[in-house]
């Protein structure tokens, strides 16, 4: 499995200098980024990829940039998640939320930046690789283009923001969400960027449609399992092992997997997820090993 080393160096490399720009900027971006995580949806991405091919150099131009924007796009939601508008937390991944160090402002401005940096990224590699194989551009442009598209897609408006309005908003005046609501939330919202991680990585690499498909299917059923399992952290965990101060959820008055089902209801669903993706993980082609122990990590709970 690619390490998280490599990762963090990747997003080192690609994010801006630290001095670079204006004020306190690209520290900032910097600080939300490169503060820990798991790079889940990074390591996925490249993992993705590699089902489908074992091209080092494409690897290296195609995949690498995108695993590192999709990187930002999932900072700059926390980073905008943790504003006092929204969830208001005051500490991620173990450190002081960006704008509670920042300022509430360079907080939306941070991740606005993160958001724009990851579309920089990718078009700036789609230049670079025309410069490096002039030949060969036109067909590896229209993987770019499609896995781009599915990437904001993914995240934008009818992705993960849509998502995030239905949790901020709800889903109207004193509607009580059944257990398909909350899925449809947890899908837009948590499930979407684990979908364009496994998507993208399969288009750039070559992955015919349904390949990608099935691909796609089981992000979705990830980010379910990933969201119940983020439900549960919050009522089992401690600050030490999230990073992050948990009953927000309760103190939030959200409905939940947990709240509605009650724990053991949840840790059974998470299993029963974590065997169909694991069912339709194995239909796939290629070396599967690091997507399996990946998944196993994190749902045998
Ligand atoms: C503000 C547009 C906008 C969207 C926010 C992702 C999100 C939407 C909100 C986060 C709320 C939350 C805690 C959801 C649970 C699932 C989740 C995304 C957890 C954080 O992801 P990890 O555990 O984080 O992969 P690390 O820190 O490891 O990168």
Do not use: W
Not at 46 to 73: G, H, N, Q, T, W
Not at 115 to 132: C, Q
Not at 255 to 283: C, H, I, N, P, Q
Request: glycine share 10%.
């Amino acid at each position: 499995m690619i390490g998280l080393n490599t990762i963090e160096e990747l997003l080192e490399q690609y994010l801006p200098k630290g001095d670079e720009g204006y004020g306190l900027l690209s520290e900032a971006m910097r600080y939300s980024v490169l503060g820990g995580g798991k790079r889940l949806r990074a390591i996925m991405l490249i993992e993705s990829f590699r089902l489908f091919s074992d091209d080092k150099d494409l690897e290296k131009c195609m995949a690498y940039p995108f695993a590192c924007a999709l990187e930002c796009i999932h900072g700059y939601s926390l980073v905008h998640d943790d504003l006092p508008a929204m969830d208001n937390d005051e500490f991620r991944r173990g450190s002081l939320t960006t704008h509670k160090r920042y300022g509430h402002a360079m907080g939306i401005l941070t991740g606005d930046a993160l958001l724009n940096y990851s579309m920089e990224m990718i078009t700036r590699a789609g230049v670079d690789f025309e410069k490096s194989k002039p030949g060969q551009y036109c067909s590896y442009m229209s993987r770019f283009m499609r896995a781009a598209s599915v990437l904001y897609k993914n995240a934008g408006a009818f992705g993960m923001i849509g998502g995030q309005v239905l949790d901020v908003e709800g889903f109207g005046d004193d509607v009580q969400p059944d257990e398909g609501m909350l899925a449809t939330l947890c899908e837009l919202k948590t499930s979407r960027l684990f979908q364009a991680a496994l998507c993208c990585g399969a288009i750039l690499a070559g992955a015919d449609e349904t390949e990608v498909s099935f691909l796609d299917d089981i992000g979705r059923l990830m980010g379910l399992a990933f969201q119940i399992r983020d439900d549960i952290l919050d009522v089992t965990a401690s600050f030490d092992e999230t990073g992050k101060d948990t009953g927000s959820d309760e103190k939030n008055n959200k409905s939940t997997f947990v709240s509605m089902f009650g724990l053991d209801a949840a840790r059974d669903r998470v299993k029963e997820l974590y065997g169909e993706m694991s069912g339709k993980l194995a239909a796939l082609p290629g070396d599967k090993t690091a997507l399996e122990s990946l998944f196993k990590k994190l749902f045998m709970i």
